[in-house]
């Protein structure tokens, strides 16, 4: 069982180019998330689905774009990357929305020069 | 406005002694409370859980404590060992995770 997975694992971009992270469960979970992980801001949630076709921003989503047209994946675009938008990214899913018990995936780390 | 806080970065404690992480929060609208631990270059895994209906979970060397009139939880490891050194976050759901900023936990042999 493959859990949560998200690819790339690492990416260097420059200012102003674009991309996306992907992420895919093999779990069936309607819920899907991404935070990025930032030194002494902890976990920050940037958008979420409660299923597919339904999206919503989280606490820092300037910047970011997401869409889920099915219930595995969830890409998170950057539309024109910024030297902010370096971090590490987590995608999350979970059948246990209201609890709160999240699946992580292992991390992607961006570098924006 | 930072929901859920976690105002020490860093413990170190002694094997075998006692670990205690403090997490304090300002919505009272929150359901669920949570700790997650993460190794370097791993996702965060789910720790343990506690309702806000409840004001003490246990689950082994883990033990979760709530007090809803300060507004403050702490997580409990006893006897701490090495491999529990970490970064523990805190978090808080209201149908979607909000997170404190980590302590990191180092226990030494």
């Known amino acids: 069982n493959a859990g949560v997975t998200q690819t790339p694992k690492f990416q260097v971009l420059k200012t102003g180019q674009s991309m996306t992270l992907q992420c895919a469960q093999d779990?069936?979970?309607?819920?899907m998330s991404w935070y990025r992980q930032d030194p002494g801001m902890g976990l920050r949630l940037i958008h979420y689905?409660?299923?597919?076709?339904?999206?919503d921003q989280g606490e820092v989503p300037n910047g970011y774009n997401v869409s889920r047209s099915t219930t595995e994946d969830f890409p998170l675009r950057l539309l024109s990357a910024a030297p902010s938008q370096t971090s590490v990214y987590f995608c999350?899913?979970?059948?246990?929305?209201?609890?709160?018990?999240?699946?992580f995936g292992e991390g992607s780390r961006l570098t924006v020069l | 406005d930072q929901q859920v806080k976690q105002n020490s970065p860093s413990l170190s404690v002694q094997e075998g002694r006692i670990s205690i992480l403090n997490c304090d929060y300002t919505?009272?609208?929150?359901?669920?409370f949570l700790w997650y631990k993460k190794y370097p270059a791993e996702g965060p895994t789910f720790l343990i859980s506690?309702?806000?209906?409840?004001d003490k979970n246990e689950d082994g060397r883990f033990t979760v404590f709530l007090n809803k009139s300060a507004k403050h939880l702490s997580l409990h490891i006893v006897p701490s060992q090495p491999g529990d050194s970490a970064v523990y976050f805190c978090?808080?759901?209201?149908?979607?995770?909000?997170f404190g900023q980590g302590t990191t936990l180092q226990v030494k042999p």
């Open positions: 978090a808080a759901s209201t149908g979607k995770l909000i």
């Open positions: 506690i309702s806000s209906i409840k």
């Open positions: 779990m069936n979970h309607e819920y």
């Open positions: 689905s409660v299923g597919a076709g339904i999206t």
């Open positions: 919505n009272s609208m929150f359901d669920y």
């Open positions: 999350a899913s979970t059948n246990r929305v209201l609890t709160g018990e999240l699946f």
